[in-house]
Nanobody, 124 residues
């Protein structure tokens, strides 16, 4: 099982960025995929999750209205569109998988599988 986050980079405040989570080794349409982030000196926090069953989506309050999660099971890919980025969005972003639903994401429980992160830096 592998998950790989990509698409990070350095952008200016107000810019947009799209992150990708490539997956392999498991059937993506059976798994919820979540994005987490960890800023320097801070604990990891959940950003967003999309379920497997009905594509229900969940967002942290800090990103609601700015970030959009989506999935393309045929391409084994989940993406996170991030708009109106600000300095507080600077972090390493990770994607993770959990069987079927986002319940573990919602409850703060450990996800089944984790990938390596991609760094997003928002700075002028």
């Amino acid at each position: 099982v592998q998950l790989q986050a990509s698409g990070g980079g350095l952008v200016q405040p107000g810019a947009s960025l799209r992150l990708f989570c490539g997956t392999s080794g498991f059937t993506l349409d059976r798994y919820a995929i979540a994005w987490f982030r960890q800023a320097p000196g801070k604990e990891r926090e959940g950003v967003s999750c999309i379920s497997a069953r009905d594509n229900s989506t969940y967002y942290a309050d800090s990103v609601k209205g700015r970030f959009t999660i989506s999935r393309d099971n045929a391409a084994n890919m989940v993406s996170l569109q991030m708009n109106r980025l600000n300095a507080e969005d600077t972090a390493v972003y990770y994607c993770a998988a959990d069987f079927r639903s986002c319940i573990d994401y919602i409850k703060g429980n450990r996800m089944d599988y984790w990938g390596k992160g991609t760094l997003v830096t928002v700075s002028s």
